[in-house]
């Protein structure tokens, strides 16, 4: 593993995968800063976090053959990497968002976002973005639902020795999946799915609201499949339901 360390850049993701066009990286290269201007969630969101408090880093992967059909699985296995990390730190009540927000007392600690640099149809590498709130003492009022691990835990962690021990399980859970152990991926993650198997009130982008429960997600496409009241399946893509 190797670790570059950058006082500030707009996007650790963007930075790593730029190095990535000029360089050969090694597997987890890591890309970690302390302040990050342009921070970016998932579907054009913004991530924002106060500088030196909290870790924003970005993870080279790189694959031989693995299918961009597969990229499901991958989701998977980084979600599960840092729900477990974080359970050996003994967050409470913790729980995967779909599709891979970490939450702990129903608040959110952790985002991801994953980019893939194709070849046709094959994922030669990923680009792993996470942004990890760390020591944080509060957040804004327009963000009433994140929160930090010093914010929930009541102490300050040391960032470097978090960041390592997310790398080891980054790098167990990224073995699994060139092993092709699919099917175990999806339990793991399944089993930590935030509501899964709970009768829960949704809203679509339309406005509509309806009762039904999550039952997992389809791992050809990655859409969240909800079972309704009168027990048909219907699949949504991100941003296209979220709980009322």
């Not at 302040?35 to 054009?44: A, D, I, L, T, V």
Request: charged residues 25%; aromatic residues 10%.
């Amino acid at each position: 593993m190797r670790i570059i360390k950058l006082n500030a850049t707009a996007s650790t993701n963007s930075f790593l995968k730029d190095l990535s066009v000029t360089t050969k990286l090694e597997d987890f290269t890591v890309v970690v800063t302390d302040e990050q201007s342009s921070g970016r969630g998932q579907m054009n969101t913004v991530w924002l976090s106060e500088s030196h408090k909290n870790l924003m880093f970005s993870v080279f992967v790189s694959f031989d053959n693995f299918d961009i059909q597969k990229q499901t699985y991958l989701n998977f296995g980084v979600a599960v990497a840092m729900f477990d990390m974080l359970n050996s730190l003994n967050v409470p009540r913790l729980s995967v968002k779909w599709p891979n927000d970490i939450l702990s007392e129903k608040k959110k600690v952790c985002g991801v976002l994953i980019e893939n640099i194709l070849k046709g149809r094959m994922i030669s590498a990923s680009i792993i973005g996470i942004g990890l709130n760390v020591n944080q003492d509060s957040f804004p009022d327009y963000l009433p639902d994140a929160a930090s691990l010093k914010m929930i835990l009541a102490k300050e962690f040391n960032l470097k020795v978090l960041l390592n021990k997310f790398i080891e399980k980054l790098e167990y859970y990224i073995n699994l999946l060139k092993n092709e152990d699919y099917d175990l991926l999806e339990e793991l993650y399944l089993n930590v799915l935030h509501k899964k198997n709970i009768p829960s009130m949704f809203r679509t982008t339309e406005d509509v609201l309806f009762m039904g429960k999550i039952i997992g997600v389809n791992t050809s496409n990655g859409k969240l499949q909800i079972e309704l009241s009168d027990e048909t399946v219907k699949e949504f893509a991100l941003k296209e339901v979220s709980f009322a």
